[in-house]
């Protein structure tokens, strides 16, 4: 049964549960935002009008906002034009294997995951940090006063660093993330809200996020730094050549070593040695950029599925 063949919504709960039905296959990222400000709409209209029943203000809300199988048509839409205007232009289409290779230097998801990744360490001591020392003083202090609000503002802390995350995930990753938290359950009372956040798989899963930031982050920095220093290094092989020849440093000595070992060093230290460890060091760095791309992809999902709510 659609959206359209359903009784019209009495109250908020079965309008927000028909557009989510409506909604049902699209990116979870998109329905939390859609229904996120589905209800904050009408939410509003309730409190702007305190004499009305949900089942008036709805049948009201329904002329003017759409009704829920209407509104899930405008979000897809809307979703399509949207990605289309932020979306970076895709490289050009490579026919050959080589085009496939050296074409990734122009893909712009590439060196977004290379920076996103190589910045990441940054990210990982941050939110471990912060989620560590929050968990141990949020047990210190469970046995005072003040525990209880304490730990509130951690979990709500928590939540907003995982929308921040999932920003920076959309930005640099190209994967879909909420642009919206939950909708806070306002009909539940102070002691219910809190309930839900403790038990609301997402604050937990958004923590578990968190704390593998830093040893994903210690994995991907450690693996960009030394591809990047021996790729350049081995690109900059006929600068040091040049550089040894104009000051007449002897970099080609080989005492002691077996004769076959002398040659190859020999051969490395002259120009034909220097040229092909420059191209070696480039075809390094064109993989590097292909290897960040599906690390980038992969570090997308898993950030997606931790800290999306799910539909």
């Known amino acids: 049964m659609n959206a359209s063949s359903q009784h019209p919504p009495r109250t908020i709960a079965e309008y927000l549960e028909q557009l989510r039905a409506a909604l049902r296959g699209a990116d979870p990222a998109l329905i939390q935002d859609a229904l996120y ?10 409190y702007e009008r305190p004499g009305r029943d949900e089942a008036a203000m709805l049948e009201h809300v329904v002329e003017s906002y759409g009704a829920p199988d209407e509104v899930a048509e405008i979000y897809r839409d809307q979703e399509i034009r949207i990605q289309r205007a932020i979306r ?15 074409g990734v230097i122009a893909d712009p998801r590439a060196w977004g995951a290379l920076f996103y990744l190589l910045f990441g360490l940054v990210t990982g001591i941050a939110y471990f940090t912060w989620v560590v020392a929050g968990l141990s003083m949020s047990a210190g202090f469970s046995v005072l006063i003040i525990g209880l609000p304490f730990i509130v503002l951690f979990f709500g802390s928590v939540r907003g660093l995982a929308l921040l995350e999932g920003r920076l995930v959309e930005t640099m990753l190209g994967v879909r993330m909420p642009r919206r938290p939950p909708y806070p359950q306002k009909h539940m009372s102070l002691f219910q809200r809190i309930g839900a956040m403790f038990t609301d798989p997402r604050s937990w899963s958004s923590m578990l996020y968190a704390l593998l930031l830093l040893p994903l982050g210690i994995f991907y920095f450690t693996l960009i730094v030394t591809w990047l220093a021996v790729s350049l290094s081995f690109i900059a092989a006929p600068i040091l050549k040049l550089v040894a020849v104009l000051g007449h440093w002897d970099v080609g000595t080989c005492v002691g070593a077996p004769e076959w070992i002398c040659g190859g060093v020999e051969w490395l230290s002259g120009w034909g040695g220097a040229t092909v460890l420059c191209l070696l060091g480039l075809l390094l760095f064109f993989l590097l950029l292909h290897v960040v791309r599906g690390l980038g992809y992969l570090h997308g999902q898993l950030a997606k599925h931790l800290l999306v709510q799910r539909a």
């Open 37 to 46: 400000d589905a209800e904050e709409h009408l939410r509003a209209e309730l």
């Open 88 to 102: 970076p232009p895709p490289p050009p289409k490579r026919r050959s294997a080589a085009g496939h290779f050296f």
